[in-house]
Each structure stands twice: as C-alpha cells, then as structure tokens.
C-alpha cells in the first residue's frame, strides 16, 4: 500500500523566511513513517522548487496528495498561499484563504473580537496618506507614553516597537511606514505575556486549549519582540504559574478567539494578564513548529510529541 505523499511547504517571499524553513525542516524530522515526505522550496521570489529544481506548480502538486503548509508571515500567512491551493483543490493544513486574510490583518482581528465583548488595548489606525504629524499629537495628547507602534499586515512581531517619548514616536513611524502602509497604535498594557494554543477535534472535543504558557522575555527585551522569539533567551513557564482561574479564562478566550475569526485546525493566541483584566494581542494562524517553538511545546505538556501533533494536523486537513 502506497503511503500518503505529504509536501511540506517551506520558505516563501516572506520576512520570516528562515524560521519557515526551520519549522518546515522540523516537520519533515518528526514526519510519521507512514507518510512520506516532500520537501518543496518557495524560494524568496516566490519560485516553487521540488529537488533542487524550480518547476512549475501544476507540476509539485500533481505529486503530493496534501500540502503541510510550513510557511509563515506574508504570503503563506495572509490568504494568499491558501487561495492558490484552493483553486488548485489540494488539501493543506491550516486554515483558509479568507480567515488567514482577516487575522492577519491585526486592526481587522481585534475589532471583531472587541465587538464580542474580548478586551483589546485601545488604539486606532495611522495610514500612509494619513497627516503624520496630527497622528503624533493625537497619541501623544490622549496617551501616556509608554507607546505600541506595529505593522498591520506581519506576524511573529515583526517591525513591533515600544517607544517612549515623541522624538521617537515620529521616527518609528516613518520607519514602520517603509515596510507597511497602515500601522497599528496601542496603548501599552503593563503584565504578563501568555499564549495559548487550540487544536481542533482532540480528545473528544470540538477546540481543545493546550496548556497556556507564560513568557518572561530576558530583561534587555521589553516585550516578546522577534529576536526573543527566537534567540532561545526567553522563559517560557509551561504549565504557566497562573492560578487556575486566570489559566480558565486565557483558554477560553483562546478558544473564543480561534472560533469567531474562524481558524482551522489549529492556532495560538497571546494575552496580557494586567491588574485590568486580560487583554487579547493577536492570533497565529500557523504557530511555529521549530525546536523553539510555544504550541509543540504546549502539546508536549499535554502528552502530545512532535510526531503526534503533525500526525493530528495532517488527519484534521485530510477530513
């Protein structure tokens, strides 16, 4: 009996490039042996390579029976890597076009879940075209520093800042203004930093809440910034030192989120735990699947290693 042909997609015309290739890397390591694998390079010009050749789409797909989407960031994270698939009719992990859109689209994400009742730090949208100056004197005469500038369209915190007076407010702004054309602007929520993953379908229920984990980034990063992310400094405290009430609610809130912004099959959702309550920042709709990152760690705590969790996200995108 032949085995189910699984390309795992990595790479992509992204920001987060590198750590796509490691999460597709780490995929194909732990891959369960009655799959096989199918490494397929998106090369930084969005090229498709399938052994160490580029060739055509039609081609790659026509050899896989489901695609293992380890893309992050643009382009595999925001609809459009989905949209292909879709059209092409090829099975993927993950979720869809449209929900990928949304989400990764921060303003848009939080005004849906601020709409249901989810706290959300205030904030509102400077756009390119927009009078920087006025926008400036807006934040600084209604906030108190400090300040949370960030791309709308980049995950993994990419292009994040913290500023803290208005010299630099103007300067971040017209540097986030060279990667993106909307920023978002937060006020900055003094607290904990957790994130809770969902999986789909596991254990007999329909969004089950991995254990929530609390992040201490090393005293140098303000906050969980992309190179905490990944420079293996940071604490993640995994079950997170939570009482039992507030560990609840982040997972609810996480499953809450994963359903009203309508993922699949998996996502990861990040919080503040302030003295105001617990605030929702953002959700991932492709969680890292590196050795450093938070859901397999997570899942791991939950009694479920690498190879189950990429087993679990393969079968949940063949149904």
């Not at 010009?45 to 055509?56: L, S």
């Not at 459009?80 to 303003?107: C, R």
């Not at 329909?206 to 990944?230: G, S």
Request: glycine letters at 8%; a neutral charge.
């Amino acid at each position: 009996m032949s085995k189910i042909k699984i390309g795992v997609a990595r790479g992509g015309p992204s920001s987060e490039y590198d750590i796509s290739l490691k999460t597709g890397a780490n995929v194909l390591k732990f891959l369960p042996e009655k799959y096989e694998g199918v490494d397929i390079l998106i090369d930084k010009q969005g090229a498709w390579h399938f052994d160490g050749r580029e060739r055509p789409l039609a081609n790659i797909l026509s050899r896989v029976d489901l695609i293992f989407n380890a893309l992050h960031g643009e382009f595999g994270e925001d609809g459009k890597f989905q949209q292909i698939l879709e059209y092409h009719k090829m099975p993927f992990t993950g979720s869809g076009s449209y929900a990928s859109a949304v989400i990764m689209n921060k303003f848009l994400t939080k005004k849906m879940l601020e709409n249901v009742g989810i706290k959300i730090p205030r904030g509102f949208l400077i756009r390119k075209d927009d009078d920087v100056e006025d926008a400036v004197l807006k934040i600084f005469k209604n906030f108190s520093p400090p300040w949370v500038l960030k791309p709308t369209n980049k995950g993994s915190s990419v292009g994040v800042e913290i500023v803290n007076n208005f010299n630099d407010l103007k300067k971040n702004i017209d540097w986030i203004f060279l990667r993106d054309d909307k920023i978002l602007f937060e006020e900055y929520i003094k607290g904990r930093e957790a994130t809770c993953g969902v999986l789909e379908n596991f254990r007999g229920e329909k969004y089950y809440a991995l254990p929530p984990i609390e992040i201490v980034p090393p005293e140098k990063n303000i906050f969980f910034d992309y190179e905490a992310k990944y420079n293996g400094e940071t604490k993640e405290i995994c079950p997170a030192n939570f009482d039992l009430k507030t560990k609840r609610e982040i997972e609810n809130l996480a499953r809450r989120a994963h359903m009203i912004l309508g993922c699949k099959a998996y996502s990861r959702s990040d919080f503040i735990v302030s003295s105001r309550g617990i605030f929702f920042l953002e959700t991932n709709t492709l969680p890292g699947l590196t050795s450093e990152s938070l859901l397999p760690k997570s899942a791991a705590v939950a009694g479920l290693n690498m190879s189950g969790l990429i087993d679990h996200l393969i079968q949940t995108a063949l149904v």
